[in-house]
């Protein structure tokens, strides 16, 4: 059975949090973390319910509630997830893509390697949150976190799984390594309110999905 599914929405903290969960779960957190190790045929429309090792209980990686949707409700799964203010985590997405191309010359995406930032807002999967949890409700997870709060949010679900293990020091990878790479087209520097407020605009759905997240957050875990 498949207690926990955690769903790693890009840039929202995730590979800390997965380090948490191993430290938590063992053996029984499922090594896969990258889509593609789920997925070696990249046949994304599958399901994963009929592919989970007997031993797994629970689940955490880039996967959308459509690939674990049987899973969440044959199983009756906690489903948990993190987010980040959309505007933040497509800049951080960015600048972790700028670095993936100039190290990988190779990269599938590599006609991207000279993209402004606003280039890449306006040529990139766009509200990605609301794209990864497409199907379910806020109120139907068992938690959310926000990355701005992390060890905050860390803390209450450590209390509402009843975590036998101390959760050691958290944390969160936002060191920005670009500034060695004196060609990426646009610095922190450069990005100005008006960006911030066109790439808002490009993601609305995030944003609406994320003010709405702070709200019921107060709401359903009292912080």
Not at 142 to 167: C, H, S
Not at 193 to 214: C, H, P, T, Y
């Amino acid at each position: 059975m498949i207690d926990l599914i955690s769903i790693h929405i890009a840039k929202t903290g995730g590979r800390s949090f997965f380090e948490i969960l191993k430290n938590e779960y063992g053996d029984t957190l499922d090594p896969r973390y990258k889509r593609r190790h789920y997925f070696p045929k990249k046949n994304y429309d599958n399901e994963l319910i009929d592919r989970i090792p007997e031993n797994v209980k629970v689940l955490h990686g880039h996967l959308l509630y459509k690939h674990v949707k049987d899973i969440h409700s044959t199983h009756k799964s906690k489903l948990i997830t993190w987010f980040r203010d959309p505007v933040d985590r497509v800049i951080s997405n960015y600048y972790f893509l700028m670095l993936r191309l100039r190290e990988d010359p190779n990269h599938k995406q590599i006609r991207k390697c000279n993209y402004s930032l606003m280039d890449y807002a306006n040529d990139s999967i766009q509200n990605k949150m609301s794209r990864y949890l497409s199907g379910i409700e806020l109120e139907d997870l068992f938690f959310f976190g926000f990355l701005e709060d992390f060890e905050r949010g860390v803390d209450i679900l450590a209390k509402r799984l009843n975590w036998r293990n101390k959760v050691e020091e958290v944390h969160i990878n936002t060191s920005v390594k670009h500034q060695q790479y004196k060609d990426i087209l646009t610095s922190p520097e450069d990005i100005t309110i008006q960006m911030r407020r066109e790439i808002a605009k490009l993601n609305n759905n995030d944003v609406e999905l994320f003010k709405r997240a702070k709200i019921i957050y107060k709401e359903k875990f009292g912080a």
